[in-house]
């Protein structure tokens, strides 16, 4: 079993920045690949970012140029750090691993608005 712990999350207002942090425990060794989905009210649960053990990132085209995913493996912490924030990024945002079997933290909520 693997826990995931978001946090970071809030209220900010467009054009503005977010840095979500995402801390793992549990059984991580096999966990192949880390990254964030979100889900807005109404909408399906969709992938913002991943990144791979061996450092290869992969974005939304809806968040390209704007968020950065990262990692910190002697924290076993995973980053989203988010710029230039539109009122559409507000949603759930949910941490993410996959091994054998994928696992989710319980989410963080994040609202764009002015």
Known sequence: QVQLVESGGGLVQPGGSLRLSCAASGSIFGIYVWGWDRQA?????????????????????????????????????????????????????YCKCVGLNAYWGQGTQVTVSS
């Not at 974005?59 to 076993?76: P, Q």
Request: charge should be positive.
């Open 41 to 93: 009210p109404g909408k399906q649960r969709e992938l913002v970012a991943r990144i791979s053990n061996s450092g290869i990132t992969n974005y939304a085209d809806s968040v390209k140029g704007r968020f950065t995913i990262s990692r910190d493996n002697a924290k076993n912490t995973v980053y989203l750090q988010m710029n230039s924030l539109k009122p559409e990024d507000t949603a759930v945002y």
